[in-house]
């Protein structure tokens, strides 16, 4: 079983930043793609962004250029650096994990609100 735990959500006002991480423990032999995804109330689940295990990235049209992913292979822990937050990135972000199969974290919540 592998474990999966998100991390660094808040409340930040419009155009600041916030840090997320994901840290993956457990019965791990290796991990693949790791990816972000958000859901905001009422809305399903969107992907955000995700990174290969050689560390090629990718991200929604809505986050790029002001979204970073990146991953700590050592530490099995991916992060997510958010800048120029805007209301509408108000949302709780969960981490997926593939390794022999899906996981998913329990999400942390990012509120951007003045």
């Known amino acids: 079983q592998v474990q999966v735990v998100e991390s660094g959500g808040g409340l930040v006002q419009p155009g600041g930043s916030l840090r997320l991480s994901c840290a993956a423990s457990?019965?791990?032999?290796?991990?693949?793609?790791m990816g972000w995804y958000r859901q905001a109330p009422g809305k399903q689940r969107d992907w955000v962004a995700g990174i290969s295990s050689t560390g090629s990235t990718s991200y929604s049209d809505s986050v790029k250029g002001r979204f970073t992913i990146s991953r700590d292979n050592a530490k099995n822990t991916a992060y997510l650096q958010m800048n120029s937050l805007k209301p509408e990135d108000t949302a709780v972000y969960y981490c997926?994990?593939?390794?022999?199969?899906?996981?998913w974290g329990q999400g942390t919540q990012v509120t951007v609100s003045s």
């Open positions: 457990g019965s791990i032999s290796s991990i693949g793609y």
């Open positions: 997926r994990v593939v390794e022999s199969r899906d996981y």
